[in-house]
């Protein structure tokens, strides 16, 4: 049996070594916990993350980072942007020379502005690269909800052989070779997300959903253009598909970081009673200082760093907005230039 290998035992992690593991493969899933290893190996259950979630008999958890990864022919990296770098450092030296590294990370790093991909070429080099995102709720994906991704990689071989370990009858699985492109899309949309999760807070329908939903995919086209990913990339599911899901449920840690700040709540509280990682939250910092650097407009996610970091209210920032300079409803180039 070929083994594959998970690394960060998240809700994510956990779905990932599942849906490999039922297609046949042995999955070595690394957490740092040795009690949740344990209650993996012993009752097939990640209860802190995706409690009642039958895990399959093929994953066999472990804390050793050495002997999940040393026979692996693809390794699965599922682990917060934050600590994303010190991860892949300790894979560099132990992972097998020809294994195909997938980062399923939707973060940007501090500082550096790199995204994950970026980050494991700086570490391995040599290595053949990968991105998945899409719509993936993992809690949907436990419950087997039909659900697509995007395994984006400029390596054809490499798209084909995670295609081919990944599908199922609920998990559809369309390829892209515009790898920065789809990992900006899974990363800038978290921001967005936040953003709905306010409006919701605050009793806004549907219609300012939709608005805030097509802008919020307008503005990320241009800021992705302008840093040299496909604006069509974000039309796929990477892009506008990722930003509905993470935008409309409250299944989405993002969201639910933006209803609990409609609430009155403080960032802090916010992101301490979540538990987990909401991405969006570092990653709108990184966007807001590269947009300022390169002179992007970006007014919503421009707006959400003023209500979140400089204290401005949500009536200020509202208010600005929708008075905001004219702009054009479809910014891709084909139409833009009918439009003009
Ligand atoms: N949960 C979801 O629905 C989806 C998540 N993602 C992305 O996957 C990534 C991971 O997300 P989740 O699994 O949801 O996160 P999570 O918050 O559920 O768990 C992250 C895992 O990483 C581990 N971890 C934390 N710090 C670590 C460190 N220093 N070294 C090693 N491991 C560490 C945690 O213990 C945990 O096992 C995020 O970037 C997220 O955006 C992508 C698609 C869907
Ligand atoms: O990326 C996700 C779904 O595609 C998960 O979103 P959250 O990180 O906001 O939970």
Redesign the pocket.
Known sequence: METVSVI??????TVIANIVAGNGYRVNFW???EESATEVNEKRENSR?LPGYQIHENVYATTDIQAAVESSSVVFV????A?FR??VQRLAPIIRPDALLVS????IEAGTFLLMSQVMQQELPEATIGVLSGP????EIAQQSLTGTVIASPDESMRERVREMMRSEYFRVYTNNDMYGVELGGSLK?IYAIIAGLASAMGMGHNTNAMLVTRSLTEMARFGRELGADPMTFLGLSGVGDLIVTCSSSLSRNFRVGLALGEGKTLDDAVGELG??A?GVNTLKQVQQKAKEMDVYMPLADGLYQIVYEGKTVDQVLSALMHGEGALDVEFEAHRSKQL
Do not use: D, I, W
């Not at 960060?8 to 992690?13: D, R, V, Y």
């Open positions: 960060g035992g998240g809700s994510f992690g957490l740092r916990n993350y599922a682990v917060p942007s600590f010190t991860v399923t990370t939707k973060g993936n709720l993992a809690r978290n987990q990682v991405e």
